[in-house]
């Protein structure tokens, strides 16, 4: 076993891609070997070397950001994690480079703002169009309503906005009308889930 320092917050979700395993926790992400560990030399450089320890040793990604409780909100498409950070109001890209707030490109005070008042928060990756669309719900309709106007959508007295951050224009790009509960690309169609529709 491996212990994660407890004052991060709890493990709300785990993903395996290749040889690394990665934790987010409600404060913090971190990375640890699978079936590997770090050992080091004299002068203090790190070797990999197979070890029957299935967890290796953790590292911590830089800089502050957590998923909160919002595991949910995880999407992933090949090297590039996205989720959201409802405690820092940061929607964010975690890619070989680290971790980018992805919410600063334009949307930053909008993020702050909503995410705060929200119960839950949906991601799903479009593979088609290079987009990661979220969807941020409250049942607080007492609350001032999301999007500051923008956008406000109700369907059974729940306040929901849904927004897609395009990779390639490396902004926030639309809101839409639909909820994203669940999302998948197949066969270059993007197909997105509300209860079972």
């Known amino acids: 076993t491996r212990a994660v320092d407890v004052a991060q917050g709890g493990i709300q979700k785990l993903h395996a891609e290749d040889t690394n395993l990665i934790i ?3 404060n913090k992400v971190n990375r640890a070997l699978i079936d590997k560990d770090a050992i080091f030399t004299a002068e203090g450089q790190a070797l990999t070397a197979t070890a029957k320890v299935v967890i290796g040793q953790i590292t911590p990604y830089t800089g502050n950001y957590g998923i909160s409780e919002n595991p949910e909100s995880f999407a992933v498409y090949g090297s590039r994690k996205y989720f959201a950070d409802k405690r820092r ?3 964010l890209r975690l890619s070989r480079d680290g971790i980018t707030p992805i919410s600063d490109a334009g949307m930053k005070d909008w993020f702050k703002d909503n995410l705060k008042v929200c119960d839950t928060i ?3 990756y479009d593979e088609q169009k290079g987009k990661y669309c979220i969807t941020l719900e409250t049942s607080d309709t007492s609350n001032r309503p999301l999007s500051n106007g923008i956008v406000i959508n109700k369907v059974d007295r729940v306040d929901f ?7 390639r224009s490396k902004g926030w790009t639309s809101f839409y009308t639909y909820k994203v509960r669940h999302g ?3 066969n270059n169609e993007f197909y997105s889930f509300n209860s079972n529709n």
């Open 161 to 167: 906005a849904t927004l897609c951050y395009d990779e």
């Open 122 to 124: 949906y991601g799903a």
């Open 89 to 91: 109001g940061a929607v």
């Open 184 to 186: 998948l690309s197949v």
């Open 24 to 26: 987010f926790q409600e």
